[in-house]
Structures are given as structure tokens and as C-alpha cells.
């Protein structure tokens, strides 16, 4: 990680700064990537979640392009998320 240096008139910053941000945006994406499969699998079942009962308000085929949605960011994130770890 790259040493970062603030110099402002009384404003005091440490010298190394990390962001560890990645470790929530892994679980927010691994949260998305399960709701998504799990959204596509309960649908053929009659059932759904209801924190994504709103998803199918617009139609199917509007339903099934936010729940690919879903999986492909919700992947992402989770794949991407905090390499380090």
C-alpha cells in the first residue's frame, strides 16, 4: 500500500492509510450472487423471496434481467472483493 501524506493547517492524518472496504463488499456481493440463484431457483417452485417480491412488479422479462443482474454484480463483487484475503 502506498504511503499517502495529507499536509493541511490542522488537520492531522496518519501516514498509512488502508482501505478495507473489500472484505464488505465481498459479502455484499456474495449476499447479491445467493439472492439472485436463490430468486431464479424459488421461481420455479411458485415461491420467491420477499426482500425481491418486488422484482417481478414489471414483468417476467424484466424480473429475470434484475435477478441475472443480481448474479452477475453480486459475482463480481464477491470475486473481486478484497483480493488479499
Known sequence: MADI???????SCPRNIQ?????KMKRIGRLMF???VGSIVLGFMNMQ??????VD???PAIGWAIK?????AGGA????GNKNT
Not at 501524506?5 to 488537520?11: A, I, K
Not at 423471496?49 to 418486488?54: A, D, M, R, T, V
Open 5 to 11: 501524506e495529507v499536509s493541511l493547517p490542522g488537520v
Open 19 to 23: 482501505w478495507n472496504g473489500g472484505a
Open 34 to 36: 445467493v439472492l439472485g
Open 49 to 54: 423471496f420477499i426482500l425481491l417480491s418486488w
Open 57 to 59: 412488479s414489471w414483468g
Open 68 to 72: 441475472i443482474v443480481f448474479i452477475v
Open 77 to 80: 463483487l464477491w470475486f473481486l
